[in-house]
């Protein structure tokens, strides 16, 4: 079963994203920060992260950008999960090296088929 992990600080949030995952037939690891992220990442296979891009203790573009640099991680698929979906804040997220961004609040049919495309795609 592939594993995705949900970087998210507001609890109904996380909440919502880790009930729609089980719905969907997927297991879901859970980070309130940024160094819970990582800490998660070192210790276990992720197939896809679903980032919140407003965290405490470490912004979201820091942790994408450290995702990024560790050859362990690198090619772990990134979908922004944000309250900024402005076109601006979008093109900024993509450029960093996010493969989709999800508004919020989230729509859920939007959310089922970004998370199958990208762990359909986990591997290329």
Do not use: W
């Amino acid at each position: 079963m592939p594993e995705i992990l949900i970087v998210e600080d507001d609890l109904l949030n996380l909440t919502i994203e880790a009930d729609l995952l089980k719905s969907l037939g997927y297991g879901s690891k859970k980070a309130k920060n940024g160094f819970e992220a990582l800490d998660i990442l070192n210790n276990m296979k992720i197939d896809l992260i679903l980032l919140d891009m407003e965290l405490p203790k470490m912004h979201g573009l820091e942790l994408l950008q450290r995702i990024k640099l560790n050859p362990e991680t690198r090619n772990i698929k990134v979908i922004a999960v944000t309250g900024h979906s402005d076109p601006e804040s979008k093109e900024k997220f993509l450029k960093a090296g996010c493969h989709a961004v999800l508004a919020k609040p989230i729509n859920f049919g939007d959310f089922g088929s970004q998370v199958e495309i990208f762990l359909t795609t986990a591997d290329s």
